[in-house]
């Protein structure tokens, strides 16, 4: 854990290095063309990029590819508990050794980077040695100027649901703006997977890839049937009953969906993604802690879920979910300040018994306490701030039968995670 977080803290007080977000190719490009361009060299790229469900998507069909006895590499942003979570070599991760050793080739590159691009480059490098079937890449925000946006004939581009998420990045700040960033610029040669939409973002979509030659695939070339509490996927072909019991939302299941049409056009059999899915759990995403030292010290009665959703279409789905909970609801709240505290916090009216909002521990982007209990109270929530964590936790638990959520970052999603 503390290699990690000194990782991250030389990256960003490196000289030669930006922690702000930049958009833009040119930095990465002249970097991989020094390196001989590595990109070249990884095959069968999938690129997964959208707003909301990326890593849920990535993770379900790298479970599935695994399931299937082939191998797989991914890259991921943001890491939730450590970095190398970003760096899957295929059965294993990137050491922390071989982090710092690529970071350091690249330093003797003389390009100033971003960052993220530093990161992009550690995974680019290390994973062009590999001989794995697939390599699945998750963008960082938005697609035109990403610098995963680095291959010239990908196998697959993956869009997952577009929201008004990354509109900050934006000089309009709206939805049509995102969706051209995201679509307008995806590849002419390659097979399009465009995943569960609003009927206005689907429209425009389908507008952008008018002219688009490669092989698309629309959302309703299948289904998300739900009967009484089960949910099915189904095309015109097949129809799987999704028996993912670590999974609680319909929007998650909508991710599970689309990995799903991905992996059977992959040869992937419907009997491998049947075996594979009671398995699926993803870390930070409505996470139940059933066991370990914060477990522990709660009361027999109480339970804990953790949740990364920044985003008020993400607050919509987890809103969804908890309505149906009958338990008082207690939440935890923090944020990191490039987000939209008032429109993401104004979802869950009616749903918390109590908020207290927190902010992140070893995060010089959070958002402070203060002011979230002020947005809060502002929603006419019930509200009051604490200094961190723990102090949280004890304010809220007691013998009373309830749901204690932590909701509104990653970022502390991963440290409550390590302190589990």
């Given amino acids: 854990m503390s290699q990690s977080l000194n990782l991250y803290r ?81 059965k294993r991760y990137l050491t922390y050794k071989e982090i710092k050793e690529t970071i350091k080739k690249i330093e003797k590159l003389k390009v100033p980077l971003t960052v993220y691009e530093v990161l992009t480059l550690v995974y680019v490098i290390n994973s062009s040695k590999l001989n794995v079937d697939y390599f699945i890449i998750e963008t960082g925000a938005l697609w035109k100027n990403d610098c995963s946006n680095i291959f010239s ?10 929201n008004l998420q990354h509109k900050i990045f934006l000089k309009k700040k709206t939805l049509n ?40 695939h629309y959302p309703n070339s299948w289904r998300l049937i739900k009967k009484k509490s089960i949910y099915f996927y189904q095309d015109k072909k097949t129809r799987i009953k999704l028996n993912a019991i670590n999974v609680h939302s319909k929007g998650m299941f909508e991710n599970i969906g689309h990995a799903i049409k991905i992996a059977l056009d992959l040869k992937i059999s419907k009997k491998v993604i049947e075996k594979t899915l009671p398995n699926l759990a993803f870390p930070g995403r409505f996470n139940y802690l059933k ?57 869950f009216k009616n749903i918390f018994t109590k908020i207290i909002t927190i902010p992140i521990e070893n995060e010089s982007g959070s958002e402070s306490a203060s002011k979230l209990n002020k947005v809060a109270i502002k929603n006419q929530l019930i509200s009051e701030e604490c200094k961190n964590f723990l102090e949280a936790l004890k304010k809220i638990s007691n013998n009373e039968k309830k749901i204690i959520v932590c909701f ?7 440290n409550i995670l390590n302190k589990n």
């Fill in 10 to 90: 030389q990256l960003a007080n490196h000289k030669l290095f930006n922690k702000k977000i930049k958009f833009g190719l040119k930095r990465i490009k002249l970097a991989l063309s020094k390196l001989d361009h590595p990109e070249k060299k990884l095959n069968n790229v999938i690129s997964v990029l959208g707003e909301s469900g990326k890593f849920t998507t990535l993770f379900t069909l790298r479970s599935f590819i695994e399931a299937n006895g082939q191998t797989v590499s991914t890259y991921i942003s943001p890491s939730i508990q450590d970095i190398r979570e970003r760096f899957y070599m295929g």
């Fill in 153 to 162: 004939y990908p196998l697959a581009q993956v869009v997952t649901n577009i």
């Fill in 177 to 216: 703006e995102i969706i051209k960033e995201d679509v307008g610029y995806l590849s002419n040669f390659t097979n399009i997977y465009i995943g569960q939409q609003t009927p206005y973002v689907l429209k425009k979509v389908k507008g952008y890839l008018k002219k688009n030659q490669s092989n698309i």
């Fill in 291 to 347: 066991s370990g030292k914060i477990k522990k010290i709660l009361h027999k009665n109480e339970m804990i879920m953790i949740d990364g959703a920044h985003a008020p279409a993400d607050a919509k789905n987890l809103y969804d979910y908890l309505k149906k909970i009958k338990l008082p609801k207690y939440g935890i709240w923090s944020m990191t300040k490039n987000k939209e505290p008032d429109l993401f916090i104004k979802e």
């Fill in 408 to 414: 509104g970052s990653l970022y502390n999603c991963g």
